[in-house]
């Protein structure tokens, strides 16, 4: 059986004269942690985007679970399977943890006011469900002690947490994490190092996720794609990425530019 559950063939984007993304291959296996790297503006995140319909691709295609989603409306996706969180937060401040969790249920929830669901009891059973499913989230990030407290209260990595909760509310198949550990300290990182872990291996959710972060690249990948200028230069395990003279090279180049 092919266990592809994400394929990206030849994807690329323009923007005016910048070739952001440039025929990017690569395929993500059920129950992988696979990880987008490369130096500032090697296209990762454009890549990301077009994944996950934020950015129109101007070539190429995207397959998940063998369909062809390429353009898929992005408000869709969670339907489909495809959860994710962004670079900059993306949590409601003012709503509590727990209402923030509920916000991700959205794509689940068939009845409405409107419904005659709602004259009987459909709607109500509903909610309770939902309910079930947020608590067992909070169980699993270990944020019981925070669940009724406005997010914009939480310090910047339980925030991320909660947006991290807010994506699994979603019950994905394929989870899209978009540099999740960046401005976090090092016990924050390690917490979601080891969540990005239980996800996968207790929910059963591959992961796919672009990152800055070397250490925890290197540490939780199963496999590694590296980007420069838009293309794919190589990929691998860890120790093949990090033994490989292109990628060295890729980085280094990066720095001395910067310097
Ligand atoms: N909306 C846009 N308009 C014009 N150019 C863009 C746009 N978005 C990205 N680019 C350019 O495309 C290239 C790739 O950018 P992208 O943000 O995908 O890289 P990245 O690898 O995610 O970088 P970083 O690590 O800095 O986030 C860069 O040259 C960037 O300036």
């Known amino acids: 059986m092919d266990d592809t559950l994400l394929r990206v063939e030849g994807l690329s984007k323009r923007f005016g004269g910048v070739e952001a993304v440039a025929g990017v291959s690569f395929h993500v296996r059920r129950g992988e942690i696979y990880s987008l790297i490369g130096p500032n503006g090697a296209g990762k995140t454009t890549t990301f985007n077009m994944i996950s319909s934020v950015v129109r691709p101007s070539g190429g295609t995207v397959h998940f679970e063998g369909r062809d989603i390429t353009g898929t409306a992005?408000?869709?996706?969670?339907?489909?399977?495809?959860?994710?969180?962004?670079?900059?937060?993306?949590?409601?401040k003012h709503a509590t943890v727990v209402e923030n969790l509920l916000v991700g249920r959205h794509c689940h929830m068939r009845s409405?006011?409107?419904d005659a669901a709602w004259f009987f009891g459909r709607a109500r059973r509903e909610e309770l469900e939902?309910?079930?499913k947020v608590e067992e989230i909070i169980d699993f990030l270990e944020i019981e002690d925070i669940r009724d407290m406005p997010v914009g209260t939480l310090s910047y990595g339980m925030q991320k947490?909660?947006?991290l909760g807010r994506a699994l509310a979603t019950e994905p198949k394929l989870l899209l994490l978009d540099e999740m550990v960046s401005g976090m300290n090092t016990e924050e990182t390690e917490d979601i190092a080891r969540f990005v872990l239980d996800i996968r291996d207790e929910l059963g959710i591959t992961v796919l996720m672009v990152e800055h972060d070397?250490?925890?690249?290197?540490?939780i990948s199963d496999r590694i794609c590296v980007?420069?200028?838009?293309r794919k230069i190589a990929e691998g395990t860890p120790a093949d990425i990090s033994a490989n003279a292109a990628v060295v090279d890729a980085y280094l180049g990066g720095q001395k530019a910067a310097a």
């Open 74 to 92: 992005s408000h869709r996706l969670s339907a489909i399977g495809i959860g994710r969180t962004f670079q900059n937060l993306a949590v409601f």
């Open 112 to 114: 409405n006011v409107f």
């Open 130 to 132: 939902h309910r079930r």
């Open 161 to 163: 947490r909660v947006e």
């Open 214 to 219: 070397m250490g925890i690249v290197m540490d």
């Open 227 to 230: 980007l420069n200028f838009g």
